[in-house]
């Protein structure tokens, strides 16, 4: 009988509903959505190059491509700039910003630039490279990853990848940091301290902030461990700014952090992750994952998306 209990309560525990419909492209990496204030088309960003770009009419598709935001990639001297990843987008009064990270793979190296389109579409983006947060051996954190959200009236951005973790720095404007020194978010003690990807939003009070931990890729040449790959995980504070805690009350600084979606049936690794409040849809998680049906490399990433559901004030994914 306990047994039984306690398998049922692992089943209900992972009984995390299928991503929402995808037609269309549905490959992504690291994908960022926002509706177009304009007409709500939906503009998928992705990971890679100069960035790819995909729209649709509904979050559920049907996707297309339409190619990359920077044809010749950034001129950012430091990392990889025509292979540009993990693209953020928001809006201020008729201008679309859009921040990427120019890094190598494990490596600290790293800077965020920014582009601007007033409608999102390829051929609109101009790129203003840096914005003056910018990583190396002598930095606590890797400055890859870029997240902004406007708390009050005061612009930030959130970034941060392994090393001492999720890191947030207040900007002076969209295209440029204000010089303070970033202060720390969210930082795992364990293991190889894997979270990056940070998405913070705001909703009754709260700020929350997602990230993912755990193995982002490589799972056949280096697979994890059962459980060490991509989960998506959330912590929240009343100021956005500080105290973030997970579900438990344990500080997020300190190996806090509250899983929203981890692998489960042909769902593996999904991360990456943003929030999107969908006009049809209310609040949405969207991810990648791998499609164990259709292959674990980077390459076969799928578009993955849930609407959330909330327990006392934390997002779930019913
Ligand atoms: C930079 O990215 C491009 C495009 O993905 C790739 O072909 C090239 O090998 C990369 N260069 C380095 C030094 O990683
Ligand atoms: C989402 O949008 C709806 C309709 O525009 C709005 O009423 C609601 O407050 C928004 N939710 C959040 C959390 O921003
Ligand atoms: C922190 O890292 C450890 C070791 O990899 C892992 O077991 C744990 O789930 C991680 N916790 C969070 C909140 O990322």
């Known amino acids: 009988m306990f047994s039984f209990v306690l398998l049922l309560c692992v089943a209900l525990a992972n009984a995390y509903s299928d991503p929402g419909a995808c037609s269309g492209s549905c490959w992504a990496h690291d994908p960022n959505v926002i509706q177009r204030k304009s007409d709500g088309t939906f503009f998928r960003f992705s990971t890679g190059l100069g960035i ?17 935001a920077l044809a010749d990639g950034s001129d950012v001297p430091v ?19 859009m921040y990427y990270a120019s890094s190598t793979l494990g490596s600290q190296d790293s800077t965020i630039g920014v582009a601007s389109s007033t409608t999102l579409e390829v ?24 997240n902004w959200i406007t708390i009050g009236s005061t612009p930030y951005l959130q970034f941060g990848s392994y090393w001492d973790g999720i890191y947030q720095v207040e900007m002076t404007d969209s295209l ?36 993912s931990s755990g193995q982002a890729q490589n799972y056949i040449s280096n697979p994890p461990a059962q459980g060490d790959e991509y989960r998506i995980v959330v912590c929240r504070s009343r100021t ?48 990648h994952y791998a499609n164990k049906n ?23 994914v019913a």
């Open 52 to 68: 790819h770009i995909s729209s649709a009419s509904s979050i559920a598709g049907p996707w297309t491509d339409l190619g990359v």
């Open 79 to 97: 990392g990889n700039a025509s292979n540009l990843w993990a693209p953020d987008v928001h809006y201020v009064d008729g201008t679309y910003y």
């Open 123 to 146: 051929g609109s983006w101009t790129d203003h490279g840096e914005i003056g947060v910018t990583s190396s051996s002598s930095t606590p954190y890797n400055a890859i990853d870029p």
């Open 176 to 211: 440029t940091s204000s010089g303070s020194t970033p202060t720390n978010l969210a930082y795992n003690a364990s293991g190889n301290h894997a979270i990056e990807a940070a998405f913070m939003f705001e909703r009754g009070g709260y700020y929350y902030l997602t990230f």
């Open 240 to 287: 956005g700014t500080g105290d973030f805690v997970d579900q438990d009350g344990v500080a997020c600084t300190n190996s806090g952090g509250t899983t929203v979606l981890a692998s489960h049936d042909y769902v593996f690794g999904p991360g990456g992750q943003g929030v999107l409040n969908d006009t049809t849809y209310g609040l949405v998680v969207y991810y």
């Open 294 to 316: 259709i292959g674990l490399t980077v390459d076969d990433y799928q578009f993955g998306w849930n609407q959330l559901t909330w327990t006392n004030g934390w997002p779930v």
